[in-house]
């Protein structure tokens, strides 16, 4: 029989640098971007000014779709995680009872 192995540190590990990206991303990217846009918004006016912030703005919902993709794959791992750890535990628990 085929055996299936699922490091539960590594994917813990990753699971955090995921959670580290998804905030930094929206602390320091995100809230940056939105705060140059508010200022430059404040400061240029015109034609250039309108389709300039017009593409900032198309710009900023990409990065806000990246931060939601990162949360979706960090929530799947902590599926996939506990998960493995419920199927462990359910192995032990067999093995305990069966009689060789």
Known sequence: MGEIQFDVISAGQTMRQISDIRNRLD????????ECM?????AWEGEA???FHAAAGREL?????????????????TD?????QRTEEKVKEIAETRIY
């Open 61 to 77: 919902e990409k990065l806000r779709q990246t931060e939601r993709l990162l949360e979706r794959a960090r929530l799947s791992l």
């Open 27 to 34: 602390e320091e990217t995100i809230s940056g971007f939105e």
């Open 80 to 84: 996939a995680i506990r998960k493995a």
């Open 38 to 42: 508010s200022r430059m918004s404040d």
């Open 49 to 51: 000014a309108i389709r």
